[in-house]
């Protein structure tokens, strides 16, 4: 089992800065963290693997980072240049041995 607990997320104004961070109870592999808006299906944000290596969606690159400490098992997103588009639930995503675990999300609005 692999508890994912999400935090960070609130109102900011469209440009804005926003650091999310995912703290899981035990030590994991790839971290993602994944969105959705209202009315829309859920969508990768970007990738982390346990080595460092990153991906992100063409719609975030430029603008996010994500990162980890493996020595407080947590992942974090930093999130500059926020657009009202980027408002949603933000979740943090892990798998261990073919099961998927998710965080309970954290809501980013962006608005002024």
């Known amino acids: 089992q692999v508890q994912l607990v999400e935090s960070g997320g609130g109102l900011v104004q469209p440009g804005g800065s926003l650091r999310l961070s995912c703290a899981a109870s035990?030590?994991?592999?790839?971290m993602d963290w994944y969105r959705q808006a209202p009315g829309k299906e859920r969508e990768l944000v970007a990738r982390?693997?346990?080595?460092?290596?990153?991906n992100y969606a063409d719609f975030v690159k430029g603008r996010f980072t994500i990162s980890r400490d493996n020595a407080k098992n947590t992942g974090y997103l930093q999130m500059n240049s926020l657009k009202p588009e980027d408002t949603a639930v933000y979740y943090c995503?892990?798998?261990?041995?073919?099961?998927?675990?998710w965080g309970k999300g954290t809501l980013v609005t962006v608005s002024s």
């Open positions: 035990g030590s994991i592999g790839s």
């Open positions: 995503h892990t798998r261990r041995f073919v099961v998927d675990y």
């Open positions: 982390i693997t346990s080595s460092g290596s990153t």
